[in-house]
Nanobody
Framework: QVQLVESGGGLVQPGGSLRLSCAAS????????MAWYRQAPGKQREWVAT???????DYTNSVKGRFTISRDNAESTVYLQMSSLKPEDTAVYYC????????WGQGTQVAVSS
């Protein structure tokens, strides 16, 4: 069964940076587009960024210019480099395919606070 394991979250001050990782135990990882999502307290899960299997990227407007999604197909891992973090980025971050069809992992908590 496919497993997604997110890591790299933590507590960071506004303006700081974090790099999230998502390790996927799935065959032919390189065939899949991957995405990051986040869920803030009391809110629905929202899409953050997508990377296609060819490496094309797309971002929700609120993170453009601050977040970078990338992937390492050899390691079956997708990354989210987050910079210039704001308190409103506080959420649990998850990865999945762009259609969200895989079993969701436990996520990784990101808290941005002074």
């Amino acid at each position: 069964q496919v497993q997604l394991v997110e890591s790299g979250g933590g507590l960071v001050q506004p303006g700081g940076s974090l790099r999230l990782s998502c390790a996927a135990s799935m065959r032919i990882f390189s065939f899949y587009g991957m995405a990051w999502y986040r869920q803030a307290p009391g809110k629905q899960r929202e899409w953050v960024a997508t990377i296609s299997r060819g490496g094309s990227t797309d971002y929700t407007n609120s993170v453009k210019g601050r977040f970078t999604i990338s992937r390492d197909n050899a390691e079956s891992t997708v990354y989210l480099q987050m910079s210039s973090l704001k308190p409103e980025d506080t959420a649990v971050y998850y990865c999945n395919t762009p259609s969200g069809v895989l079993p969701w992992g436990q996520g990784t908590q990101v808290a941005v606070s002074s």
